[in-house]
């Protein structure tokens, strides 16, 4: 599963510029109109292709945030602890470990015994701890949920702030109309 399309937003956004930025030269164009009149015309255009633009941000961040949460649920939620004790023991562990070394190792015995709640554990570790070895091999051992994996990674990513790229593209494909 992927994040909604960023381009996709982009390209209707532009569309809503492109409308508004024509319109804003035909009022300008209108010699019938007062310098008032213009002035008024265009702040009316700009308000409602910029409202537009708004609420098309919105719409995309939600949609990104309730994809982020499906995405968690499927991945992370998926095991029922049967024994809350074990439950706890495999976040105990997975909180303890200190390098992504130590965790990969930890991962290795995990996933020979088949205890996935341990499993799981160390791979929320890993996204929150920016460890990439580990959260891959998350996603080789359940490859299912690689596509959900990758979305859950952007998104801690995005929230970090550790991807100025895609932060700086969420804001370029939002520019209000300044025309």
Do not use: C
Request: aromatic fraction near 6%.
């Amino acid at each position: 599963m992927a994040q909604p399309n960023l381009e996709d937003y982009a390209n209707r956004v532009q569309a809503i510029r492109t409308k508004a930025e024509s319109d804003i030269a035909a009022v300008r164009a209108d010699v019938r109109l007062s310098v008032e009149g213009k002035r008024e015309k265009v702040d009316r255009i700009r308000d409602t292709a910029n409202r537009s633009i708004a609420g098309l941000h919105e719409q995309y961040e939600a949609a990104v945030q309730s994809d982020t949460l499906r995405a968690r649920k499927r991945v992370f939620e998926r095991y029922i602890a049967v024994d809350p004790i074990a439950q706890r023991d495999a976040v105990e562990r997975a909180q303890k470990v200190q390098t992504e070394e130590e965790a990969l190792g930890l991962f290795a015995v995990a996933k020979r015994l088949r205890d996935e709640s341990l499993m799981r554990e160390l791979a929320l570790v890993g996204i929150t701890r920016q460890w990439v070895q580990l959260v891959n091999a998350y996603g080789d051992a359940n490859p299912l949920y690689a596509d959900d994996l990758e979305v859950v990674w952007y998104a801690e990513m995005q929230a970090q702030a550790q991807d100025p790229r895609a932060l700086m593209a969420v804001a370029m494909a939002f520019m209000n109309v300044n025309a």
